[in-house]
């Protein structure tokens, strides 16, 4: 079992559908990200959550609304996606907001028609 | 502008090859990471990079982090298919130390 483990791993949705990505984490780390990752373009820091609470939000827009229940989960719920938001969906783990390491999941494949 | 720039963009190269990659900022960081990414996949974590001048060598993967900590360089010797993939460099940045990373350099090796 990897340390950090996304659900589904492939997804398809159309603009007006309401879907959320799912990321655990094995790890006993207290930081927890989501990046975007499109083609041609650096990973994006999406949200970064710290013990339960979000402490960055790096200007995404409002169709995309993360939840962390505990420092083991993290979700992202998606609505009124735009096709542009086609990506490669992470999430990551760290021991603590400043560990130099990140481990991340396999990934979430958003397809928006 | 980017905060790490990598280089070459793309590398195809033969097996048995050695090759040299490249990552680098102008700006100083405490520390710089590699990872490899393969298709469909999420980044795994080769290597962190702390101290000026530091050499790390994993395998057949030997890096460097520049005296200045602006910069750090990958050298893989006698290449295989298996080193295939997108390597990528990041290093922490701002107040909570958040991942910066590089466009990343996507390497093929072809048996």
């Known amino acids: 079992e990897t340390g950090v483990t996304q659900t589904p791993r492939h997804l398809v949705m159309g603009m007006t559908n309401k879907k959320s990505l799912k990321c655990e984490q094995h790890l006993g780390h207290n930081a927890m990200y989501w990046y975007k990752q499109s083609a041609k373009k650096p990973l994006e820091l999406m949200f970064v959550?710290?013990?339960?609470?979000?402490?960055e939000n790096n200007s995404v827009p409002s169709r995309f609304s993360p939840e962390c229940p505990n420092s083991s989960h993290l979700f992202l719920h998606l609505h009124t996606l735009q096709p542009e938001d086609s990506a490669l969906y992470l999430c990551?783990?760290?021991?603590?907001?400043?560990?130099?390491?990140?481990?991340f999941g396999q990934g979430t494949r958003l397809t928006v028609v | 502008t980017q905060l790490l720039e990598q280089s070459p963009q793309f590398l195809s190269i033969q097996e048995g090859e050695n090759l040299t990659v490249y990552c680098n900022s102008s700006?100083?960081?405490?520390?710089l990471q590699w990872y490899r990414q393969e298709p469909g996949e999420g980044p795994v974590l080769l290597v962190t990079v702390v101290t000026g001048g530091e050499v790390k060598k994993l395998k057949r993967l030997t890096f460097q982090f520049g005296d200045a900590r602006k910069d750090s360089s990958l050298h893989i010797t006698a290449a295989q298919p298996g080193d295939t993939g997108l390597y990528l460099c990041a290093g922490p940045t701002g107040a909570n130390s958040k991942l910066t990373f590089g466009k990343g350099i996507t390497l093929s090796v072809r048996p």
């Open positions: 990551a783990s760290s021991q603590g907001l400043n560990s130099i390491s990140s481990f």
């Open positions: 700006s100083v960081f405490s520390s």
């Open positions: 959550y710290s013990l339960e609470e979000r402490v």
